[in-house]
Nanobody, 115 residues
Framework: QVQLVESGGGLVQPGGSLRLSCAVSGFTFSTYAMSWYRQAPGKEREFVAR????????NYVDSVKGRFTISRDNAKNTVYLQMNSLIPEDTAVYYCSALADIRYWGQGTQVIVSS
């Protein structure tokens, strides 16, 4: 049974930082690229960042480049999203995802950026 469990969301002031984690079980984590997506209220889910299976390649949506960093620890079956210089527009539910035989999603973790 594949499980992706996100954690680390919360309320943060503009300019602050959060680190999201996604713990994965049920498939060979080190074999697959991992991604983060987000969905803001009233908007479609959008791609945020992707990291290759070994971590050597990373991609970001333009709006988070220079502020967010995706990383992974294959020994811990965990992918991370370090988010710095947060702005209100980053407010969303953040999901981790893996594309294996099908696309798997976690349940999401809420991030609210507000003063």
């Amino acid at each position: 049974q594949v499980q992706l469990v996100e954690s680390g969301g919360g309320l943060v002031q503009p300019g602050g930082s959060l680190r999201l984690s996604c713990a994965v079980s049920g498939f060979t984590f080190s074999t697959y690229a991992m991604s983060w997506y987000r969905q803001a209220p009233g908007k479609e889910r959008e791609f945020v960042a992707r990291i290759s299976s070994a971590g050597g390649s990373r991609n970001y949506v333009d709006s988070v480049k220079g502020r967010f960093t995706i990383s992974r620890d294959n020994a811990k079956n965990t992918v991370y999203l370090q988010m710095n210089s947060l702005i209100p527009e980053d407010t969303a539910v953040y999901y981790c995802s893996a594309l294996a035989d099908i696309r798997y999603w976690g349940q999401g973790t809420q991030v609210i950026v507000s003063s």
